[in-house]
């Protein structure tokens, strides 16, 4: 069982520069694919980025250049840093775990557990 807890989040305005963190508890995340998803008021929820237990990562296509995600195993902690927000932006920020599959070491396709969240508000 992991729990996650995602802090961070805050007002800033377009342009601004926010870093998140997602601290788990229960289990250590290095056996885990993290991730970072969003959603919006009235909007489904979209993954931000992801990176595996290797450090590999990826972004979606509307952070991309502007959002960094990376992993401390050691904090137990996983961050966003975010650049250049903008409006867009704006959303709740939740955080996300998914096991590795026994012996291709890949990222399972589901997530299995989720933080309650953090708020994100940029403003023009």
């Known amino acids: 069982q992991v729990i996650l807890a995602e802090s961070g989040g805050g007002s800033v305005q377009d342009g601004g520069s926010l870093t998140l963190s997602c601290t788990a508890s229960?289990?250590?995340?290095?056996?885990?694919?993290m991730g970072w998803f969003r959603q919006a008021p009235g909007m489904e929820r979209e993954a931000v980025a992801a990176i595996d237990v290797d450090g590999r990562n990826s972004r979606a296509e509307p952070v991309n250049g502007r959002f960094t995600i990376s992993r401390d195993n050691a904090k137990n902690t996983v961050y966003l840093q975010m650049n250049s927000l903008k409006v867009e932006d704006t959303a709740m920020y939740y955080c996300?775990?998914?096991?590795?599959?026994?012996?291709?070491?890949?990222?399972?396709?589901?997530?299995?557990?989720w933080g309650q969240g953090t708020q994100v508000t940029v403003s023009s």
């Open positions: 229960g289990d250590t995340i290095s056996s885990y694919c």
């Open positions: 996300a775990a998914r096991g590795v599959r026994k012996g291709s070491g890949r990222c399972n396709t589901s997530y299995n557990y």
